[in-house]
């Protein structure tokens, strides 16, 4: 975090009731969506295929829990 950031946070955030700093968090929320901006690092969110990985590993392992000759 920059120094700027921090020095604006206590100096002013800080000083904010609760509500105040939900309503600033959210005008700045809004603004970077209304912006579209980029700057969700979005490399560790999963595809469809990590998906279907480990939907795929979940069912084969739950099938060696639970084989079809026992009773559930």
Same mark, same amino acid.
């Given at each position: 975090m920059s120094t700027? !950031?921090?020095e !604006?946070?206590?100096r002013i955030v800080c000083n904010l009731s609760p509500t105040e700093? @939900?309503? @600033?968090a959210t005008l700045i929320l809004n603004d970077l969506v209304q912006k579209n901006l980029s700057i969700v690092d979005r490399s560790d969110t999963?595809?469809?295929q990590d998906? &279907?990985?480990v939907t795929t590993f979940s069912l084969q392992y739950a099938a060696t @829990?639970?084989?079809e000759s026992?009773? &559930?």
């Open positions: 700027n !950031v921090q !604006v946070y206590d700093r @939900l309503q @600033l999963w595809t469809e998906k &279907i990985d @829990l639970f084989p026992e009773e &559930i």
